[in-house]
């Protein structure tokens, strides 16, 4: 069983910056595929970024050049690195810990960007 705990969220303004941070406890850290997702109001949840334990990235398309993710799997830490933010980034961001058969999420973070 793997606990996440995100923290870093906020209310911003349009073109600036925030870090999410996510720290996790349980479990094998280096073992599992982190990731941030977000949900906006309305909508679906959806994929952020994710890294490997390799430390292989993937972003979505939105993000693409604005956001950093990055881990320190000898603190079980998670970051995201926001830049650039546009009022279309609020949303819950979530942190996601995952294995090809399970998968574990935190309560999540609200960011706000005001335009």
């Known amino acids: 069983q793997v606990q996440l705990v995100e923290s870093g969220g906020g209310l911003v303004q349009a073109g600036g910056s925030l870090r999410l941070s996510c720290v996790a406890s349980?479990?094998?850290?280096?073992?599992?595929?982190m990731g941030w997702y977000r949900q906006a109001p309305g909508k679906q949840r959806e994929l952020v970024a994710t890294?490997?334990?390799?430390?292989?990235?993937n972003y979505a398309d939105p993000v693409k050049g604005r956001f950093t993710v990055s881990r320190d799997n000898a603190k079980k830490m998670v970051y995201l690195q926001m830049n650039s933010l546009k009022a279309e980034d609020t949303a819950v961001y979530y942190c996601?810990?995952?294995?090809?058969?399970?998968?574990?999420w935190g309560q999540g973070t609200q960011v706000t960007v005001s335009s």
């Open positions: 996601n810990a995952a294995l090809p058969t399970t998968q574990y």
């Open positions: 890294i490997t334990r390799g430390g292989s990235t």
């Open positions: 349980g479990g094998i850290f280096i073992l599992y595929t």
